[in-house]
């Protein structure tokens, strides 16, 4: 996986090229927030029934092999964003952003409120996989309308800001789905109708981005160069590998605070939090960086690493925590450095089904991390256990690609 990383990119950070919309204004505001709300539809998929999924399990306790399939509500929207991504990316290129945009986050406002009145819990399902197509759609649309409306610094602000808002959004949503919950567990589906607000604003005020030739993304008096497929391997590896480290703690810190005898929910939502604050510093701290993101990789992946360590050796709640923050610091770090990195490789006419091929990796990552974990724990004894081989492997690849940047910048130009 290092191996395949392309060498850094100066275009990731300052590329020079203008951006194509205007940058101020009440205009510019209210576009930026619907591209940030519209990053966000994946996530409320993600996190907003996870507070219902134990009254589901009684509500179908009935049926057979209800354990299982309950779950599958949660992580099949994940599992169909991962799979879909690349073809709705091949869309984007050919239909044109807009379109899709609106056509998808409608869907998704009918495909999210269809459990509020199906009784059958396969229906559901089918339903949530149409959901996870709607959001590949979604994020894929959002995603390239960044990198096509701004460039240089203004790019990777926004691309940061869309990694904290994803993760202020999920301990939001988890907090809505609970309260939504307790009058049962089909209300929080009601909450997917909110995109038929987003939609209509979406028609309106987002429009059709123009290619920027002659920006240092293109060749000027050069045809369309071909895809980039080799530099964006590279990047989509290391994605898929970069999405289990950034879902490690969410995913996994309640049982990690369980295994260390807190059973308190207050305190385990409070921890999650704390854990979910520093990912949004991370990013944060990464908007404000201006370096290119490339040479950034090998140090922000030695910092997860370092917060795998101490989660790993942690003997009671508070030094957890404090691995857990040192950890989604990086992760803050890492998410828009990765996407950053693939979108100074892209030009206009391949933003979109590069887009697509990066958020399948990511959310492919994402759908295995719980999977890769189970099967660290089963060979190591524990879950601190496998996150601390989590911890030497995100370490090795930091040290990978330090390596390789290191020949890369030794070799003669």
């Given at each position: 996986?290092?191996?395949?990383l392309?060498?850094?990119?100066?275009?990731?950070?300052?590329?020079?090229?203008p951006?194509?919309?205007?940058?101020?204004?009440?205009a510019?505001?209210?576009?930026?927030?619907l591209?940030?709300a519209?990053?966000?539809?994946?996530?409320?998929?993600?996190?907003?029934?996870?507070?219902?999924?134990?009254?589901?399990?009684?509500?179908?306790?009935?049926?057979?092999?209800?354990?299982?399939?309950?779950?599958?509500?949660?992580?099949?929207?994940a599992?169909?964003?991962?799979?879909?991504?690349?073809?709705?990316?091949?869309?984007?290129?050919?239909?044109?952003?807009?379109?899709?945009?609106?056509?998808?986050?409608?869907?998704?406002?009918?495909f999210?409120?269809a459990?509020?009145w199906?009784?059958?819990?396969?229906?559901?399902i089918?339903?949530?996989?149409l959901?996870?197509?709607?959001?590949?759609?979604i994020?894929?649309?959002?995603?390239?309308?960044?990198?096509?409306?701004?460039?240089?610094?203004?790019?990777?602000?926004?691309?940061?800001?869309?990694?904290?808002?994803?993760s202020?959004?999920?301990?939001?949503?988890?907090?809505?789905?609970?309260a939504?919950?307790?009058?049962?567990?089909?209300?929080?589906?009601?909450?997917?109708?909110?995109?038929?607000?987003?939609a209509?604003?979406m028609?309106?005020?987002?429009?059709?981005?123009?290619?920027?030739?002659?920006?240092?993304?293109?060749?000027p008096?050069?045809?369309?160069?071909?895809?980039?497929?080799?530099?964006?391997?590279?990047i989509?590896?290391?994605?898929?590998?970069?999405?289990?480290?950034?879902?490690t703690v969410?995913?996994?810190m309640?049982?990690?605070?369980?295994?260390?005898?807190?059973a308190?929910?207050?305190?385990?939502?409070?921890?999650?939090?704390?854990?979910?604050?520093?990912?949004?510093?991370?990013?944060?701290?990464?908007?404000?960086?201006?370096?290119?993101?490339d040479?950034?990789?090998?140090?922000?992946l030695a910092?997860?690493?370092?917060?795998?360590g101490?989660?790993?050796?942690?003997?009671?709640?508070?030094?957890?925590?404090?691995?857990?923050?040192v950890?989604?610091?990086?992760?803050?770090?890492?998410?828009?450095?990765?996407?950053?990195?693939?979108?100074?490789?892209?030009?206009?006419?391949?933003?979109?089904?590069?887009?697509g091929?990066?958020?399948?990796?990511?959310?492919?990552?994402?759908?295995?991390?719980?999977?890769?974990?189970?099967?660290?724990?089963?060979?190591?004894?524990?879950?601190?256990?496998?996150?601390?081989?989590?911890?030497?492997?995100?370490?090795?690849v930091?040290?990978?690609?330090r390596?390789?940047?290191?020949?890369?910048?030794?070799?003669?130009?």
């Open positions: 996986m290092p191996g395949s392309p060498s850094p990119s100066p275009t990731a950070v300052d590329d020079g090229a951006s194509s919309v205007p940058v101020a204004g009440p510019h505001l209210l576009r930026v927030a591209l940030m519209g990053s966000c539809l994946p996530i409320l998929g993600a996190v907003l029934i996870a507070p219902v999924l134990p009254k589901m399990q009684d509500h179908f306790a009935s049926l057979p092999g209800a354990k299982a399939l309950v779950p599958l509500a949660l992580t099949v929207p599992l169909a964003l991962a799979l879909l991504a690349p073809f709705a990316g091949l869309i984007v290129d050919r239909l044109g952003r807009k379109r899709l945009l609106i056509t998808a986050t409608l869907l998704y406002a009918v999210g409120t459990p509020l199906l009784d059958s819990l396969g229906a559901i089918v339903s949530r996989a959901v996870g197509v709607a959001e590949a759609a994020m894929t649309c959002c995603t390239t309308l960044i990198g096509d409306y701004y460039s240089g610094r203004r790019r990777v602000k926004y691309l940061a800001l869309q990694t904290m808002c994803a202020a959004s999920a301990t939001a949503f988890f907090l809505l789905g609970g939504a919950g307790s009058a049962g567990w089909r209300v929080p589906f009601w909450v997917y109708a909110v995109s038929l607000v987003l209509p604003l028609a309106t005020v987002l429009t059709n981005p123009a290619s920027r030739t002659g920006s240092a993304e293109t060749s008096g050069v045809g369309q160069p071909a895809f980039p497929w080799r530099p964006l391997t590279g989509c590896a290391l994605t898929f590998f970069g999405a289990m480290v950034f879902y969410p995913v996994e309640s049982y990690l605070l369980d295994d260390l005898g807190v308190n929910s207050g305190v385990i939502g409070l921890a999650t939090a704390i854990a979910s604050a520093a990912t949004v510093g991370g990013a944060i701290a990464f908007a404000r960086l201006k370096r290119s993101p040479p950034m990789l090998p140090g922000v910092l997860c690493a370092v917060g795998f101490v989660m790993c050796l942690a003997g009671n709640a508070p030094l957890l925590v404090v691995g857990a923050v950890n989604c610091v990086g992760t803050g770090m890492l998410l828009p450095a990765l996407l950053t990195s693939a979108m100074s490789r892209l030009a206009f006419e391949d933003r979109g089904r590069g887009t091929l990066w958020m399948a990796a990511f959310f492919g990552g994402e759908f295995v991390c719980p999977l890769v974990l189970l099967a660290g724990e089963s060979a190591v004894g524990s879950l601190a256990g496998a996150v601390g081989v989590l911890g030497v492997v995100t370490a090795a930091a040290l990978g690609l390596t390789r940047r290191g020949r890369t910048a030794g070799r003669p130009s």
